[in-house]
C-alpha cells in the first residue's frame, strides 16, 4: 500500500499558497484492507475513506471508461493493480495532476510542474473530453490564476460544445463551478474562457456584455452581472443555470428597483424603499446599494443610506396608536416617514 498527496494540495504548494484541504490517492490496496487499517468508508460512487486519526479524504486509485454523456456517464474501476499513472491521467490538468510522496517526493507525469512556471492551463489526455463540466473548471482556473489556456486545450474546449457534450451539463453543477469561477480574483477571465470555446453564447445568451471590475460577496457579483438585464432575461438566467434564491433575488431586486436610485424628494425615498422592502430586509437593501454602486460610477448612496435610517426609525406601533382606524395606518405611517426623511435632509 502507497500513499500520496495529489490535486490541489501539491499544486498550491508549489504555488506557495496555503494549503486549506488535502486529498490522498492510495495505490496498492482493497476496501477490506483500509477497513481493516481504521479507515471509515464514505464514497458512494468509487471507493473513498476518512483517514482514522485527522478524517482527510483518502481514495483508492482508480480509473474511468467513459459509458454515456455527462459527468455521470463513467464506469469506475478501482482495484490493487490500478496505478498512480493511470489514476492521475484521468485528472482535468497537468497542473492538477501532480502527486507527492510520503517523504516530499514529487511525482510529476504529465509536466504540470512546468505548466505552473509557465502558467498554463493545459489537459491530461484525451480523457478530458469525457466530462464537459471540465470546460467550466478551465475557465474557473483562469479566473483564479490569470493562467492563459494551451491552444490544443483550447481547441479541445470548441470541440466539445461544437459536438453536443458540452449540451449535457447539468445545471447543479454549472451553478457550482461558475459561482465559484465568480468569487475568484479575476472572473473576467472566466468569461474570456467561455466565449474562447463558445460556450457563453449557449450557456448565458442573455449577456450582452460583463463588468470589467468585480467585488463583493457573490449575490452582490452576480447581481452587478445581471444588473443591464430585463426581468425576463434575469428570469430565464436563473431559470437555467438554477440560481439559489439569494443571488436570484437580489438581481431581480436591482432590475426592478434601479431606475428609482436618483431620489428627491421624500416620496420617492420611500418608494424606493418600499418597492425594496428596506424596512424588512435592510440587510439585502445594503447589498443591492452595493451592487448599484458598482454599476452605476459615480453614484452616490450616502444619501439613501441616512434617509432609509431616518424613515426606519419612525415607532409604526406608536403610529398605529395614534391612528383612527386600522385603515388609517398605512397613509399616516408614510406621512410620518416622509417627514422623518425631510427632517434628516439626505
Known amino acids: 500500500m502507497e500513499i500520496y498527496v495529489v490535486g490541489g494540495a501539491v499544486r498550491d504548494e508549489l504555488l506557495g499558497l496555503a494549503v486549506q484541504d488535502r486529498d490522498f490517492v492510495v495505490v496498492g490496496a482493497t476496501p477490506e484492507q483500509m477497513v481493516a487499517a481504521g479507515f471509515k468508508p464514505v464514497g458512494r460512487d468509487f471507493p473513498v475513506f476518512l483517514h482514522p486519526k485527522t478524517h482527510?479524504?483518502?481514495?483508492?486509485?482508480?480509473?474511468?471508461?467513459?459509458?454515456?454523456?455527462?459527468?455521470?456517464?463513467?464506469?469506475?474501476?478501482?482495484?490493487?493493480?490500478?496505478?498512480?499513472?493511470?489514476?492521475?491521467?484521468?485528472?482535468?490538468?497537468?497542473?492538477?495532476?501532480?502527486?507527492?510522496?510520503?517523504d516530499g517526493t514529487l511525482?510529476?507525469?504529465?509536466?504540470?510542474?512546468?505548466?505552473?512556471?509557465?502558467?498554463?492551463?493545459?489537459?491530461?489526455s484525451e480523457a478530458f473530453a469525457e466530462d464537459p463540466v471540465r470546460i467550466l473548471r478551465v475557465a474557473r482556473f483562469a479566473a483564479r490564476f490569470g493562467f492563459r489556456i494551451a491552444d490544443e486545450t483550447l481547441a479541445?474546449?470548441?470541440t466539445m460544445v461544437e459536438n453536443g457534450e458540452a449540451g449535457h451539463l447539468v445545471a447543479e453543477r454549472v451553478w457550482q463551478e461558475f459561482a465559484k469561477g465568480l468569487v475568484e480574483p479575476q472572473p473576467g477571465r472566466m468569461f474570456e474562457a467561455l466565449e474562447q470555446c463558445g460556450l457563453r453564447a449557449k450557456l448565458l445568451p442573455e449577456?450582452?456584455?460583463?463588468?470589467?471590475?468585480?467585488?463583493?460577496?457573490?449575490?452582490?457579483?452576480?447581481?452587478?452581472?445581471?444588473?443591464?438585464?430585463?426581468?425576463?432575461?434575469?428570469?430565464?438566467?436563473?431559470?437555467?443555470?438554477?440560481?439559489?434564491?439569494?443571488?436570484?433575488?437580489?438581481?431581480?431586486?436591482?432590475?426592478?428597483?434601479?431606475?428609482?436610485?436618483?431620489?428627491?424628494?421624500?416620496?420617492?425615498?420611500?418608494?424606493?424603499?418600499k418597492r425594496a422592502d428596506a424596512f424588512r430586509r435592510p440587510e439585502r437593501f445594503a447589498l443591492f446599494l452595493q451592487t448599484a454602486r458598482l454599476a452605476?460610477?459615480?453614484?452616490?448612496?450616502?444619501?439613501?443610506?441616512?434617509?432609509?435610517?431616518?424613515?426606519?426609525?419612525?415607532?409604526?406601533?406608536e403610529v398605529a396608536r395614534r391612528a383612527g382606524t386600522p385603515a388609517e395606518i398605512p397613509a399616516l405611517l408614510d406621512l410620518e416617514r416622509e417627514q422623518a426623511i425631510e427632517k434628516g435632509k439626505p
Open 56 to 102: 482527510e479524504e483518502h481514495a483508492l486509485a482508480r480509473t474511468e471508461r467513459k459509458s454515456g454523456r455527462g459527468y455521470k456517464g463513467f464506469t469506475v474501476y478501482s482495484a490493487p493493480d490500478v496505478t498512480l499513472e493511470q489514476d492521475l491521467r484521468r485528472r482535468d490538468l497537468t497542473i492538477n495532476a501532480m502527486a507527492k510522496k510520503s
Open 107 to 124: 511525482v510529476d507525469l504529465f509536466g504540470g510542474k512546468a505548466d505552473l512556471d509557465n502558467r498554463v492551463l493545459r489537459h491530461v
Open 156 to 158: 479541445l474546449m470548441k
Open 207 to 273: 449577456l450582452k456584455s460583463v463588468p470589467r471590475i468585480f467585488s463583493g460577496p457573490l449575490p452582490v457579483r452576480f447581481g452587478l452581472l445581471c444588473f443591464s438585464l430585463n426581468e425576463a432575461e434575469i428570469r430565464a438566467l436563473t431559470d437555467r443555470l438554477k440560481v439559489p434564491n439569494e443571488e436570484r433575488e437580489l438581481a431581480l431586486l436591482a432590475c426592478r428597483c434601479k431606475d428609482l436610485l436618483n431620489p428627491s424628494k421624500p416620496a420617492e425615498y420611500l418608494d424606493l424603499f
Open 296 to 317: 452605476q460610477s459615480g453614484l452616490n448612496t450616502e444619501r439613501m443610506e441616512k434617509a432609509l435610517a431616518a424613515a426606519a426609525a419612525v415607532d409604526a406601533g
